[in-house]
């Protein structure tokens, strides 16, 4: 046993929460005379004592040899093959050791080839983090620890390997990781560590579209969406990934609307309720497409018009940076169209409206657009009302509004310092408000996070017509964004 073994006190670790299907795997390998570790989140979640919410497997047994041992396993990946060997739901990633030496690099310090195998010793100088670099043999109990990755998790520090710029270089995604983990363990950062992600926070638009799609969601619906978002924004690489959003991102109502979208998705994961990425996206979507919106009927086009090709502007843009599929961004356009369709309720049209299949994320939108201080003129607590009204009671409310003359009636964004919007901007009071309620809990779509039961609709018979004469508009009048300058050299386009 090296120094950097040690038998850790099994009291650090609750035996209950490994999961049986890694031991197996763990165990078989170790029969077949390889070695085999549970490695990553896995190991560092379980000596904090949380559930892990998957387990890795680190082996010096090449792919082919893995295979051959599981009959219920495949490889995946083209250059490096990790093989993920099935138990039901459960999947057990078994990769094997890589070889972290000298990897074809371009300019830019990007990894253009890494595909050698290697030893442990090797493999973990590829990890990124320290707490992620601990290796763990449960049928041993020994925790092997090369990169002092136990100190650094009792002290609840973040510590990169390697030279941190060059390792951020390589692979821009571990800024994100960075940020995540950070708010997620609520971790500090090692000085080191935190010190060039400011600087380089532009490498974020080198990920590829679809990367960052899946980092976006690790991100944002982990539970810790709200602290994420605000490391996000401490370290501007919100602007970043979401470059329209950036100068809305200053603005108080903005801000809020965003991190109220936030909170309801983190109280609804940590409650275990289902949730849809495409809440928090059209949250953060809405102050640019608001904006476009007025531009455009500002330039004379009918509103409704206006609005389809705010949406497709705004969602064309995002995508270049963050490729978002289709049933989410038909999501986020019916809850932005119904934002101008909830207003004309008189009448039939309440019935219509409350039957939407988007009626209720489009309720909890509004709601929350109250919340962060817009005046709707009472619109939200309306559709309360309705909702919890009777059959016979929701007619009279309808046509109440016809003979009462305020079925047109459509809100009016508040812009700074106007209603409530502006002294409640910052900090972490998402949780303190309406949204708390049941009603205005967002994004309660019944749907869950991979859109599995999502049908990918798009704009198709969601007429955002009859708008009247009282549609939104933001007073604040902004120029047009320029995006920040690129920075020079090849575009890194790398996984590890
Ligand atoms: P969680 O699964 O809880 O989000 P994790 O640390 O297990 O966290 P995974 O994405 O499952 O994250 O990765 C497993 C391990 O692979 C990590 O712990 C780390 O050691 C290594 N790893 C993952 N992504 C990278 C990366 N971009 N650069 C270097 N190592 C990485
Ligand atoms: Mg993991």
Redesign the pocket.
Known sequence: MSDADMTIDPSDIDDSLISLNARKVIRRLNEAGYQAYL????V??LLLGLT???F?VATDALPDEVLELFRNSRAIGKRFKIVHVRFGREII?VATFRAAAEPEQADSGLILSDNEYGTLKEDVE????TV??LYYDPEANVLHDEVGGLADLKARRLRLLGDPEA?YRE?P??ML?AI??AA?LDFDFDPETEQPIRRLAHLIQEIPPARLFEETL?LFM?GSGVECFERFREYELFDWMFPAARQCAEDPESLRIMELALASTDRRINAEKSVTPAFVFAAFLWPPFVDEKATLVANGMPSSDASHEAANSVVADQQSVISIPKRFTGMMRDIWQLQFRLPNRAGKRAAALAAHRRFRAAYDFLIIREDAGEDLDGLGQWWTDYQDASGEKQKDMANSLQTGGRGGGAGRRGGRGRGRGGGRGGGNKADGNRADGNRADGNSLGLNIDGNSADGNTLGGNSAGGNGGGQNRRRRKRGKRKPKEKPAGPPISG??
């Open positions: 490695v990553g989140g896995g560092r979640d892990p919410k998957d890795d990633e590829r990890r990124d983090f992620n670099a390792r692979d995604v571990r990781r995540r983990f997620k690790k982990n996984n590890v």
